[in-house]
């Protein structure tokens, strides 16, 4: 890893598009040659960020990610400034838009969510999950693969992901607003169908997830939604 001081990230940073900004200032930059800085803000002295920064678990679970056969990016540096207490990632950008930014090209953010179900049920076959999914962490590419964008919260298992974690991937997406309109303009009864069509979950495992759906307290809509699957 290396070193970096506040003088050369202001360098690396200078003139560079600010892709995401927080409550704590700009957390990922596009460089002027395509490159992405991602930033990664110590919240805390006595934190797991620490001992395994969360740049380190980025990388990780991109190459992870990769070897399971996934699109994702590749990491070129890992590096600290400590002037700004903060690590970073640097990496080509990944050329595509998330799904989310999508909205504005209805054609295609709907061919988009017509392959995202087999999208999540190749990750959660393989072990995926991605603890932050939402439909702006997807990106879509112009092959028409997807890659996700915020890996470090990503934890990967040798057995495909129980109905317990597929249910919270679903939900904490539907907890954003925009991407429940989302799906339910594109059709949560075909958003769900064809993910339990191609889930291979066995049926004692389908009927068990879309109860679960159905009878989800954030979302008590679902049930009329979802009572024709």
Known sequence: MENFSRHEFERLVEGAEVLTDGERGPSVYRTADDKVVKIFRQKGWLTSNRLSPYALRFERCANRLKALGFASVSVEKIAACRDLNCHLAIYPLLPGETIRQLSNRADEQRRALARLPGYLCALHRKGVYCR??????????????????????????????????????????????????TLTRHGLTRFFGDYLQCSQLSKKHKAALLNKLKNSRSFPELEQALSDL
């Open 132 to 181: 932050a999914l939402h439909l702006g962490q997807v990106l879509a590419q112009a092959d028409g693969s997807f890659a996700l964008l915020d890996l470090h919260s990503t934890q990967f298992s040798t057995t495909p992901l129980p109905v317990k974690r597929r249910l919270k991937n679903f939900i904490n997406t539907l907890n954003y607003a925009e991407d429940y309109a």
